[in-house]
């Protein structure tokens, strides 16, 4: 039967979810506050320059292409894929290098020049995640709404010593420092800590081995703007510049259900389903009335655990930087590692040291930037706003900690060349991408927040509400919240 459906935001969750649902034959109307569409994956652009807001780390293409393919197209007509090698540049805090890809022998020769005794136990990790991999990876696509579905799970999750961090995991297998930072640091990418996230997310260094590191040409806003392409052709309809002010709510046989819509200017849509792609936690406190909820309170969003929040600095040079040994994506390590994800995770304190992800794409793409010129971004992890910071007076005092950094150790002269710039902070991720506390990548992704435990894709407090993105099953992530599109929809085609 065909169904008018409202999707709620416009990130890879959001677009994924309304092709998919498209394709069943729906009638579908997409809903975003800001002036272009992408959610987190916005796309600024100033004097020449294209930044992509993130995420700009491509992994499982074929989690894209099986949505094309579905829709009788090829992605390869609407966006690009590049493979990126190395994947990541890994710099410590003395600037030894780790460079990173899926070839087992280049590897093994990097980690040849840091500790030869760390080969074989790097060979049995690869041959332990290879196991979490296809084991835990067959899950990213089934929903868990009931018990039972995570009771069939459990044998698998247990057996996958899905109760110890990734760190810990990793030190099984590896002892030198540097080394268990390159292969434990990828929760991070998901919001995660890797000494409190599950082991099951080692399976991203396998995931990378099986289907590469990509990069879109031309930015996110490629696919971006193939995925609304797609959906047009398909008979979807986009609202831009139009922000949702609260979720309808009726009852019906004393069960409440989702009607639709109501907009910031009054106007009220109605819908037989609502899939939302905004956070979930910030859905529950802002778009559905306190009477409505009996398990997400107040009080219960409050206490769950969310992601760290990011300072992200986006700036274009008129110098290039070719000659400074940097890659595509470069990893760069402070100091402390545990001491660091302890201040931002447990105690939410800024440290006066940080590590970095400097993202440098017009090594692959220069239409990123004027010609002869360079594009970057740099992220530095912080505390959600649990934290006592205060980002109206701290906001450039960071900065210009970490663009001195930068200037003295990667990029030199880099301030006297800088003609674009601009940067978010925690507020932005609260006040503008309307996320709870300013988590980047929403509820943190620990074990007792995973799977049935995690808010899940199908709302607990009312029919036809559905949830997409980094806040629902599986997790954050492009993999992640591809394949929670897939999932809304598998759901809602079975309704």
């Known amino acids: 039967m065909k169904k008018k459906i409202i999707v709620i935001g416009s990130g890879f969750g959001g677009l994924a979810a309304a092709a998919r649902l498209l394709i069943q034959g729906h009638e579908v109307d997409i809903y975003e506050k800001r002036d272009k569409l992408g959610g987190r994956a916005y796309v600024y652009e100033q004097d020449g320059f294209k930044f992509d807001g993130g995420p700009t780390i491509i992994t499982a293409p074929y989690l894209f292409?099986?949505?094309?393919?579905?829709?009788?197209?090829?992605?390869?007509?609407?966006?690009?894929?590049?493979?990126?090698?190395?994947?990541?540049?890994?710099?410590?805090?003395?600037k030894r290098v780790f460079n990173y890809n899926d070839d087992e022998m280049f590897i093994l020769n990097e980690?040849?020049?840091?500790?030869?005794?760390?080969?074989?136990?790097?060979?049995?990790?690869?041959?332990?995640t290879k196991d979490i991999f296809e084991k835990a990876f067959d899950l990213i696509d089934t929903p868990f709404?009931?018990?039972?579905?995570?009771?069939?799970?459990?044998?698998?999750?247990?057996s996958l010593?899905?109760?110890?961090?990734?760190?810990?995991?990793?030190?099984?297998?590896?002892?030198?420092?540097?080394?268990?930072?390159?292969?434990?640091?990828h929760p991070l990418l998901i919001g995660g800590n890797p000494f409190d996230a599950s082991a099951i997310y080692a399976m991203i260094h396998y995931l990378e081995r099986e289907w590469g590191v990509y990069y879109t040409m031309g930015g996110t806003a490629s696919a971006i703007n193939g995925f609304a392409q797609l959906i047009e052709e398909l008979g979807g309809k986009i609202h831009l510049n139009t922000e949702v002010d609260e979720i309808i709510v009726n009852n019906l046989y004393n069960k409440n259900?989702?009607?639709?819509?109501?907009?910031?200017?009054?106007?009220?849509?109605?819908a037989n389903e609502v899939v939302c792609n905004a956070d979930v936690a910030w859905t529950y406190s802002n778009l559905i009335p306190t009477e409505h909820r009996k398990k997400y309170t107040d009080q219960k969003l409050d206490k769950m655990r969310y992601s760290?929040?990011?300072?992200?600095i986006y700036f274009g040079t008129k110098k290039q930087y070719r000659d400074q040994g940097l890659g595509h994506h470069n990893i760069i390590l402070g100091p402390r590692y545990?001491?660091?994800?302890?201040?931002?995770?447990?105690?939410?304190?800024?440290?006066?040291?940080?590590?970095?992800?400097?993202?440098m794409p017009t090594l692959t793409d220069p239409s990123m930037a004027p010609e002869g010129c360079e594009s970057f971004y740099v992220l530095s992890p912080v505390p959600h706003l649990d934290s006592d910071t205060d980002w109206r007076t701290e906001a450039k005092v960071y900065r210009d900690k970490i663009m001195n950094f930068l200037e003295e150790n990667y990029l030199p002269d880099l301030q006297e060349n800088i003609i674009s710039e601009h940067y978010i902070d925690p507020l932005h991720f609260q006040n503008e991408l309307n996320s709870y506390k300013g988590a980047f990548a929403s509820v943190e992704p620990i074990l007792t927040q995973?799977?049935?435990?995690?808010?899940?894709?199908?709302?607990?407090?009312?029919?036809?509400?559905?949830?997409?993105?980094?806040?629902?099953?599986?997790?954050?992530?492009?993999?992640?919240v591809i394949s929670s599109a897939k999932i809304a929809a598998k759901l809602i085609g079975s309704a």
């Open 257 to 270: 259900y989702a009607a639709g819509v109501k907009l910031k200017d009054g106007t009220t849509v109605f």
């Open 450 to 480: 995973s799977a049935f435990l995690r808010p899940h894709n199908k709302s607990e407090e009312m029919d036809h509400l559905y949830f997409v993105g980094a806040g629902t099953h599986p997790g954050a992530g492009l993999p992640g």
């Open 111 to 128: 980690i040849d020049k840091v500790n030869p005794a760390d080969k074989r136990g790097y060979l049995n990790f690869v041959h332990k």
């Open 308 to 312: 760290m929040s990011l300072f992200v």
């Open 161 to 185: 010593r899905a109760d110890k961090g990734v760190y810990k995991y990793v030190s099984n297998f590896i002892e030198d420092e540097f080394l268990r930072q390159v292969f434990s640091f």
């Open 65 to 94: 292409d099986e949505i094309f393919e579905a829709a009788g197209k090829n992605r390869e007509d609407y966006f690009t894929f590049v493979k990126n090698d190395p994947f990541y540049r890994i710099f410590d805090h003395n």
């Open 338 to 359: 545990k001491g660091l994800l302890d201040d931002i995770f447990k105690n939410k304190i800024l440290s006066d040291d940080f590590s970095l992800y400097l993202h």
């Open 145 to 158: 709404d009931t018990w039972g579905s995570m009771i069939k799970a459990a044998p698998d999750l247990i």
